[in-house]
């Protein structure tokens, strides 16, 4: 059963519970968390329904009721355990279009009842579609231990200041940034802590700030940019500080490169727009990308700058810097894992080693305009020594050239590769070469865009998981022995 998350409101109607017995009282004793009563259709009562009669959170009403006991419910639990009992009540709460649970009977429900975390006026819905119910239950468990306990008092504290705060501050991103202010700031820590006279003061403060700026620059105040690596693909390897980004974006421009999982996290209102680029073919030019970020910047939105990887690891990110900075734009940097790093954590294997590689450098598989790497700027021969590890980012296209180049240079012909596409994605593929096979043979990979290749004693050692393993042709051999 595919089910989407709701909220619904007991204010003007009481859901109703089916059924007098023990699972008709643990659903009443649910429900009453929200609802102020519960009608509850059964002839007879358990001790813990009868004790809600008694105290008017609960009114009985006949059993097995019928279309007018259920039309215009906000919710209809049918707990009877009697099968052909559940059966009709759900048959006719479908009807009507009444919202219908049936305990552990999935193929009667229209909803399904989550396990919830109850902090006041914060409420936390965790459901699995009725697959695993105990998983819900620990996920539950694990939330419960994690938000702080005076988490709704803090909720039910900023509710007494919207009217407030939207009367000093126009709907969009600035009444937004006050908030985010507010919660990420002393007030909320006060309030946490049980300080509310303090809390409240402290917001007070907030937005007479808030109400001063808009007064005294008659426009909307700047807004900023943050350039935020989003690392292979992987969501999971993003850092905390960059899903906070995401979460307070109005506007996220990101590459193509970005795994979708990266942007699920966004802000469900924030705007979502590609401007990625691959090899050769620039969808959006690199000059307009930067008026992009400065102009929604200067209209007071926060920009976030999803790059994959790292934002200054072959991401452009200093000539995006150098654009904001001109136009005197605040600007936030978050790091991201690269993809080299991704590779070579998921194949477990260390980019530097004590006693095989004491340096790592990062090179670029391809020139402005797509050629292959001349490496004029470094010195290949010095690096031929065995003591480092080379990793090439684009390079799968490029891959022969630059093994040609660096045997050329002096590495040896055995030195072994490893490229690793899609690092870190359900996707990935590792292939295992040496420089000499790579060299005469420049298919021989067969891998896409996105890849690195690992040159180095480390592409020796031992891999975890599959990698799929070319070998040397004896011709191979013999062309640079």
């Not at 989407?4 to 008709?24: E, H, K, N, R, Y």
């Not at 705060?165 to 820590?189: K, N, Q, S």
């Amino acid at each position: 059963m595919r089910t989407f998350p709701i909220f619904v409101s007991f204010d003007d109607t009481p859901p109703l519970v089916v059924g007098g017995g023990q699972l008709a009282a643990m659903k009443a004793r649910l429900l009453l968390k929200r609802a102020d009563h519960v009608d509850v259709a059964a002839d007879l009562l358990d001790a813990e329904l009868s004790a809600f009669v008694d105290a008017g959170r609960a009114v009985q009403l006949a059993p097995m009721p019928g279309i007018d006991q259920i039309r215009g419910r906000p919710l209809v639990i049918s707990a009877s355990e009697d099968e052909e009992e559940d059966a009709r009540i759900a048959k006719i709460a479908r009807s009507l279009g009444v919202p219908v649970n049936v305990p552990d009977r999935p193929p009667l429900c229209t909803a399904a009842l989550p396990a919830i975390v109850d902090r006041g006026e914060v409420t936390i819905a965790i459901g699995t579609s009725a697959a695993a119910p105990v998983l819900a239950q620990r996920l539950r468990a694990w939330l419960e231990h994690e938000l702080h306990p005076r988490l709704g008092d803090l909720a039910k504290l900023a509710g007494s200041f919207r009217d407030r705060v939207a009367g000093a501050l126009p709907e969009g991103p600035r009444r937004r940034r006050l908030w985010e202010t507010i919660f990420d700031g002393p007030a909320a820590a006060a309030m946490l802590q049980g300080e509310e006279a303090e809390a409240r003061s402290l917001i007070d403060l907030e937005i007479e700030r808030a109400a001063e700026t808009r007064e005294n620059d008659g426009h909307a105040p700047q807004g900023r940019v943050v350039l935020v690596g989003a690392g292979p693909g992987d969501p999971e390897l993003l850092t905390m500080k960059a899903i906070r980004a995401l979460k307070a974006a109005d506007v996220v421009f990101h590459d193509k490169l970005v795994g979708e999982g990266v942007l699920e996290l966004a802000r469900r209102e924030a705007e979502l727009i590609s401007v990625g680029k691959t090899k050769g073919a620039h969808s959006v030019p690199q000059s307009e990308i930067n008026a992009l970020l400065v102009a929604r910047a200067k209209a007071g939105q926060t920009v976030v700058r999803l790059k994959g990887g790292d934002p200054f690891i072959f991401g452009r990110g200093g000539e995006e810097l150098d654009a904001l900075r001109v136009e005197n734009i605040a600007i936030e940097v978050i790091p991201g894992v690269t993809a080299g790093a991704a590779a070579a954590a998921s194949l477990q294997i260390p980019l530097t080693h004590r006693e095989v590689s004491h340096t790592v450098t990062f090179v670029s598989g391809h020139e402005a305009g797509g050629a292959a790497p001349s490496f004029e700027h470094l010195d290949l021969r010095a690096l031929a020594s065995g003591n480092n590890t080379l990793v090439v980012y684009m390079g799968v296209t490029t891959g022969a050239v630059i093994a040609r180049r660096l045997l050329d240079a002096g590495f040896r012909t055995a030195l072994p590769v490893i490229a690793v596409e899609n690092a870190s994605r359900p996707k990935e593929r590792r292939i295992a070469t040496t420089i000499s096979t790579l060299a005469v043979d420049p298919d021989s990979l067969g891998l896409s865009s996105p890849a690195v290749l690992i040159f180095g004693e480390v592409a020796g050692l031992p891999a975890a998981g599959t990698v799929e393993r070319i070998l040397a042709h004896e011709e191979v051999v013999r062309a640079y022995a």
